[in-house]
């Protein structure tokens, strides 16, 4: 019966540590692309056209929620 408890147990802290390590990549991502959209919102006309971005896609993805993809 105890091995039984324990098994149970030990499946149970295992789905929890599985869960917050999907929680913290989850937040890396989203920081991410939080400090991406920073970035991208201080570049000028001319360094948007040498990566190919127009002022309006500029401007459209910084308006996204940093959860936003």
Not at 12 to 41: K, N, P, T, W
Request: hydrophobic share 40%; proline share 3%.
């Amino acid at each position: 019966m105890q091995t039984i408890l324990l098994a149970s147990r030990a499946r149970r802290d295992h789905r929890l540590v599985e869960a917050l390590l999907a929680f913290g990549s989850q937040m890396r991502r989203c920081h991410h692309r939080y400090r991406q959209r920073m970035i991208l919102a201080e570049l000028d006309h001319r360094m948007l056209a040498d990566i190919g971005v127009t002022p309006v896609d500029r401007d459209s993805e910084c308006n996204k929620r940093f959860w936003q993809p």
